[in-house]
């Protein structure tokens, strides 16, 4: 893939995050593999397919989620990238039995790539090719680059299923919501993103603790939370 494949890649990524369509086809696309899909697991999130590039690549996920075990959650857990670029060669694994039910659907090569914004996990990237070794080094890094482009729309996504954090909007004495956009504002600031993604980093974070959503944001003005793209959140 070259340098402007790539960068078609990235910007298809981001207008597919902006307009709700299948964020999966980006990846597929600009890769030499034959299905992709991207689910959350875990906590705090769940565990869900959140797209597809089709049917199989559904069916693919589903497997891995209802095992409860394989490349993407050891991605996801390691956070690295985790590759098997030969499903017909023997291996100890603790998902052996797995490796064989993906194979046996044709797949020869998979790839696992962690979806995480700093120390909240998201999900994973699941690629599915049906050659041996379909992804080399240089592509793994860039395809690695790209699912690290996908993590905060993602999450964007699933944040905007979840209830309403903001418990107690009837007593404006509690926290004022100026403090939210002042939070928001930081956030923008610490991890150089726009507003959206600083309010969904805001609302993760709130959602990860249990708390309102108007409370964290007081303890970012208060610089007693710190978003930074190492370590999303520093509590002095």
Excluded at 104 to 116: E, R, V
Aim: proline share 5%; net charge negative; aromatic share 6%.
């Amino acid at each position: 893939m070259s340098k402007d494949a790539f960068a078609a890649a990235a910007l298809a990524l981001t207008a597919a995050a902006e307009n709700g369509s299948n964020m999966c086809l980006s990846f597929l696309n600009a890769l030499p593999v034959t299905h992709a899909a991207i689910s959350t697991l875990g906590a705090p999130f769940g565990s869900e397919t959140i797209c597809a590039s089709d049917s199989q690549a559904a069916r693919l996920e589903e497997l891995q989620i209802d095992f409860g075990a394989g490349p993407c959650w050891d991605a996801l857990r390691t956070r690295a990238p985790v590759v098997d670029a030969d499903l017909s060669e023997p291996t100890e694994s603790a998902w052996s039995l797995l490796r064989e039910a993906i194979r046996d659907t044709g797949i020869l090569s998979l790839y696992s790539f962690p979806l995480a914004i700093g120390e909240l996990n998201v999900g994973a990237l699941d690629l599915y090719a049906t050659t041996r070794a379909a992804l080399n080094l240089p592509l793994i890094a860039r395809a690695s680059a790209l699912a690290d482009l996908a993590a905060t729309p993602v999450a964007r996504q699933v944040i905007r299923r979840l209830p309403h954090l903001d418990t107690d909007d009837t007593n404006p004495a509690t926290y004022s919501r100026r403090e939210v956009h002042q939070a928001t504002g930081m956030i923008i600031a610490q991890m150089r993103v726009n507003a959206d993604d600083a309010q969904a980093l805001l609302r993760a974070h709130a959602f990860t603790l249990g708390r309102p959503v108007r409370e964290v944001a007081a303890d970012v003005v208060a610089r007693r939370i710190k978003f930074t793209r190492d370590d999303v959140v520093d509590r002095d």
